[in-house]
């Protein structure tokens, strides 16, 4: 895991360096994508760059080339078979401090491995806690942009409560999960926030929607209201990192009795399957 890459040198994590004039440090001007490794093979890859290439589309980037060889590289490299990769390209070193960027200047790009254990299936059955908070982030949240500022507050406001995720209210509609996407089930019905720029379109939560209606489930994505959210008959958060996470409890609103949703769980299960036989 000590191993990583950056600007076309693999190097021991504690031997890389990057300019304090690099514009990712100044402004955190760049973006991200955290990719799983599942046996040593990398997991919905072309889905995470297609994604990065948006995302570097609307920061007004040019698409990096060559970064599938330099995954495939790191996981040889790695002696671990479960991981993420974590990539990290930002607009690069610039001589002045400038909020106007140069055209001529080349991208820093980092790529390293991350071990983040998934939640053990006994952790998913007893379910999580969650709190609700207004999306005071920037209005480009569909952009995986490095600048998490606003989303490393939330996250931390849930977990000096107890919480797993804080989940995001915005003109009390349901965003997103500080580091997450979020499902609901009412009726037997699962609803999902449409995508916008106000949340990030999850690879894993497109994964999920594809598995849901290849399962004859029903998911629908639609505005989800804060009261919805709290009327849930189940809840769950997705991402990368964890796909499933029961919600049971949001506030001081019990969901679904206090145990993870019978639909939640089949869920997890076809998605554990899916992965276990990518």
Known sequence: MDEIYLNGSFLPRSKAQISIMDRGFLFGDGVYELIPVFNKKVFLLDEHLKRL???????????????????NTLIKKNIKNTFFI???????????????????????????CEDYPAFSENLIKKGFQATIQDDFRWMKSNIKSISLLGNVLLKNHASSNGCYETLLVRNKRLTEGSTSNVFIVKDEIIYTPKLSNELLPGVTRGLLIKLINQNNLKVIESDIYQLDLINADE???SSSTNAVVPIVKVDDNIIN????????????????????NF
Do not use: P
């Open 53 to 71: 290439k948006n995302s570097l589309n609307l920061i007004q980037m040019n698409e990096i080339k060559g970064l599938d060889k330099i995954i």
């Open 86 to 112: 974590y990539l990290h390209i930002t607009r690069g070193v610039q001589s002045s401090r400038n909020h106007i960027y140069s055209e001529n200047i080349d991208s820093t790009i980092l790529l390293m």
């Open 235 to 237: 809840v769950w958060c």
């Open 257 to 276: 009795d206090g145990k993870a949703g019978s639909i939640t769980m089949k869920v997890y299960e076809i998605t554990q399957d899916f992965i276990i």
